[in-house]
């Protein structure tokens, strides 16, 4: 798996998708509460929430859960306090990782975070350590049957979009964050869905690394991957 290769990423994520909607569930209900506390509970007034509610209706995520999860955020239902905590660290190979975590309890997040770490020789480093490493922003995956580089270009340009970049397995849409919901909107407003829409830690700088390692290194993946607190995982291996 090439950390840089966003593609190979959604294609697994794909696999698991049916095995793991509890966790999905789980973290979208997170990041739902999340939204509607610091923007309201209104996706019309609410960009942020109003994207992460066509993701909830991407992955069918039960309506109950969905209102849950806004009332929560709202305070009209209690609820646990979420905190976003982003980590860096190293893999084997000297592959450079950010977590992205939203958690009840910050120590226990460190131990486990540190704890998958260790385990497969890694370990956590100081905040700045590598975000330098990537590129903070909003990042959009489009399948090349989904459009056409002129028909993107005619509205995501215009939405705050950054850049559009083409490849044999479909287009990148880059952009700034303060810009993201704004692009989100004008992709649904266009009615085309993105097979991944996130607000992403891009790699700048790769490392190259065997098959060997790569192996090592998505067994890392995943058991970030399988920690309850963890959003998301981004890494910049490269495949040789």
């Given at each position: 798996?090439?950390?840089?290769?966003?593609?190979?990423?959604?294609?697994?994520?794909?696999?698991?998708?049916?095995?793991?909607?509890?966790?999905?569930?789980?973290?979208?209900?997170?990041?739902?509460?999340?939204?509607?506390?610091?923007?309201g509970g209104?996706?019309?007034?609410?960009?942020?929430?109003?994207?992460?509610?066509?993701?909830?209706?991407?992955?069918?995520?039960?309506?109950?859960?969905?209102?849950?999860?806004?009332?929560?955020?709202?305070?009209?239902?209690?609820?646990?306090?979420?905190?976003?905590?982003?980590?860096?660290?190293?893999?084997?190979?000297?592959?450079?990782?950010?977590?992205?975590?939203?958690?009840?309890?910050?120590?226990?997040?460190?131990?486990?975070?540190?704890?998958?770490?260790?385990?497969?020789?890694?370990?956590?480093?100081?905040?700045?350590?590598?975000?330098?490493?990537?590129?903070?922003?909003?990042?959009?995956?489009?399948?090349?049957?989904?459009?056409?580089?002129?028909?993107?270009?005619?509205?995501?340009?215009?939405?705050?979009?950054?850049?559009?970049?083409?490849?044999?397995?479909?287009?990148?849409?880059?952009?700034?964050?303060?810009?993201?919901?704004?692009?989100?909107?004008?992709?649904?407003?266009?009615?085309?869905?993105?097979?991944?829409?996130?607000?992403?830690?891009?790699?700048?700088?790769?490392?190259?690394?065997?098959?060997?390692?790569?192996?090592?290194?998505?067994k890392l993946?995943?058991?970030?991957?399988?920690?309850?607190?963890?959003?998301?995982?981004?890494?910049?291996?490269?495949?040789?």
């Amino acid at each position: 798996m090439a950390g840089h290769n966003k593609w190979s990423k959604v294609k697994r994520l794909k696999a698991v998708t049916d095995s793991r909607k509890g966790k999905v569930f789980s973290r979208l209900a997170r990041d739902i509460t999340l939204a509607a506390r610091s923007g309201g509970g209104s996706p019309d007034a609410n960009a942020r929430l109003r994207t992460l509610l066509l993701k909830a209706r991407e992955a069918n995520m039960p309506a109950d859960n969905v209102d849950r999860a806004i009332k929560k955020g709202t305070g009209e239902l209690p609820g646990v306090v979420f905190e976003e905590i982003t980590y860096e660290g190293y893999g084997p190979g000297g592959v450079a990782f950010v977590v992205k975590v939203t958690t009840d309890n910050k120590q226990r997040a460190a131990k486990d975070v540190r704890a998958v770490f260790s385990r497969f020789g890694g370990n956590l480093a100081q905040s700045g350590a590598v975000s330098f490493q990537f590129l903070h922003a909003g990042q959009f995956l489009i399948a090349p049957e989904k459009t056409t580089e002129d028909k993107l270009l005619d509205f995501v340009l215009e939405a705050g979009a950054d850049d559009i970049i083409t490849t044999d397995q479909g287009f990148e849409v880059r952009c700034g964050i303060p810009a993201f919901d704004k692009v989100a909107h004008a992709l649904e407003q266009a009615a085309i869905k993105p097979d991944s829409a996130e607000i992403a830690y891009i790699p700048t700088v790769t490392v190259p690394v065997d098959a060997s390692l790569a192996a090592t290194l998505e067994k890392l993946h995943d058991a970030l991957d399988e920690n309850e607190d963890v959003q998301a995982v981004f890494s910049n291996e490269e495949t040789a």
